[in-house]
């Protein structure tokens, strides 16, 4: 269950982070538009799933070796566990404060907080990518990763193909 919940929050965060790109795509058809409001309308939410995910994925870890904090502290100083850890307190971060009375309380600052979840995405990857003897999975969420940023990119860059 370890391993599965660390994926699932994986998944959700890649699938959270390319929405925009989707609807970017899905807006260009007739009836992607009615599809497109409703996933930016519950992106925040496969975002909190990703979160709650992460924590689980921690109580697993945390419950594998006995409770130890000391040796959880130790593992936190290794490239492999330290991402994690990383990933881990920013999704903390992240969760906390985007709610409204978050959201409304960082003002123009929420922005960057929410640009983190980037950071996330990274340190959560580059985890699984370091503990994980077989990387082919890992390495297809990247590619996915990959694909819809250029793709976002692409779209703000070039305005003209972002039009139908």
């Not at 991402?83 to 709610?99: D, K, P, Q, R």
């Not at 640009?115 to 996330?120: D, E, K, L, N």
């Amino acid at each position: 269950m370890m391993q599965r919940s660390g994926v699932l929050s994986v998944q959700l965060l890649v699938f959270s982070l390319s929405i925009t790109p989707i609807t970017l795509l899905l807006k260009r058809y007739d009836g992607g538009k009615s599809v497109s409001r409703w996933l930016l309308a519950k992106r925040k939410y496969f975002g909190l799933a990703a979160a709650a995910y992460a924590a689980i994925h921690t109580l697993f870890y945390l419950r594998f070796i006995s409770w130890d904090l000391e040796l959880a502290w130790l593992e936190a100083l290794d490239w492999p566990f330290g991402t994690g850890w990383i990933a881990m307190v920013a999704f903390l971060i992240l969760a906390i404060f985007s709610n409204g009375w978050g959201v409304s309380l960082l003002g123009k600052a929420w922005k960057p907080v929410q640009r983190g979840s980037y950071i996330i995405a990274v340190a959560s990857l580059a985890h699984w990518f370091l503990l994980d003897f077989f990387i082919d999975d890992v390495l297809v969420w990247i590619v996915v990763l990959g694909f819809a940023k250029t793709l976002h990119v692409a779209f703000r860059i070039y305005p003209l193909f972002s039009k139908r």
